[in-house]
T-cell receptor
């Protein structure tokens, strides 16, 4: 398997524009997580899905952020409108169903810069 | 509330010297514990994990970690550091496998020659 695939790897956008980040989890994984990494706050969980259903979105900072998982192989994180303080690295991760010896597998991240 | 504390923001170690990165967690029940490593511009790679059993766990790249329930700690160790170990290291705790991990803020390791 190619692992968790995120696109784009880098995104530069102007304030006020809509940004869509994409993630393809590892096939067969039931859980998908979106994290945001900044220098100040470290790695923060934004939202996670189980079997395509959002389970916990309490980490989503504002209504400007939304995430969807229309099927088991694709998820998006959308920011509309984007602001400079949204600049960060956004990671997607996936995990198999609950059980022994499971952990989260991370993509390489999308570095977002909002100017 | 669950939390993870990594007290050291930045550590510098000489190549060949031993390494210990500290991690303390706060969780009511028996936690699942993880150490991840992040190289510049890369995602997070799992080094090792503890779910139950032997409290000393071995991971990849010669790393090990010891779970100490009495101290709520899960410190990462390596007997001899290589220059390629320079990276950022994250400790994480999860309530059970497959649910969301909570990460510490990370420790940046620099290796001097």
């Amino acid at each position: 398997d190619a692992g968790v695939i995120q696109s784009p790897r880098h995104e530069v956008t102007e304030m006020g524009q809509e940004v869509t980040l994409r993630c393809k989890p590892i096939s067969g994984h039931d859980y998908l997580f979106w994290y945001r990494q900044t220098m100040m706050r470290g790695l923060e969980l934004l939202i996670y899905f189980n079997n395509n259903v959002p389970i916990d979105d309490s980490g989503m900072p504002e209504d400007r952020f939304s995430a969807k998982m229309p099927n088991a192989s694709f998820s998006t994180l959308k920011i509309q409108p984007s602001e400079p303080r949204d600049s960060a690295v956004y990671f997607c991760a996936s995990s198999p169903r609950q059980g022994v010896n499971t952990e989260a597998f991370f993509g390489q991240g999308t570095r977002l810069t909002v100017v | 509330a669950q939390s993870v504390t990594q007290p050291d923001i930045h550590i510098t170690v000489s190549e060949g010297a031993s390494l210990e990165l500290r991690c303390n967690y706060s969780y009511g029940a028996t936690p699942y514990l993880f150490w991840y490593v992040q190289s510049p511009g890369q995602g997070l790679q799992l080094l090792l994990k503890y779910f139950s059993g032997d409290t000393l766990v071995q991971g990849i790249k010669g790393f090990e970690a010891e779970f100490k329930r009495s101290q709520s700690s899960f410190n990462l160790r390596k007997p001899s550091v290589h220059w390629s170990d320079a990276a950022e290291y994250f400790c994480a705790v999860g309530p059970q496998a497959g649910t969301a991990l909570i990460f510490g803020k990370g420790t940046t390791l620099s290796v001097s020659s």
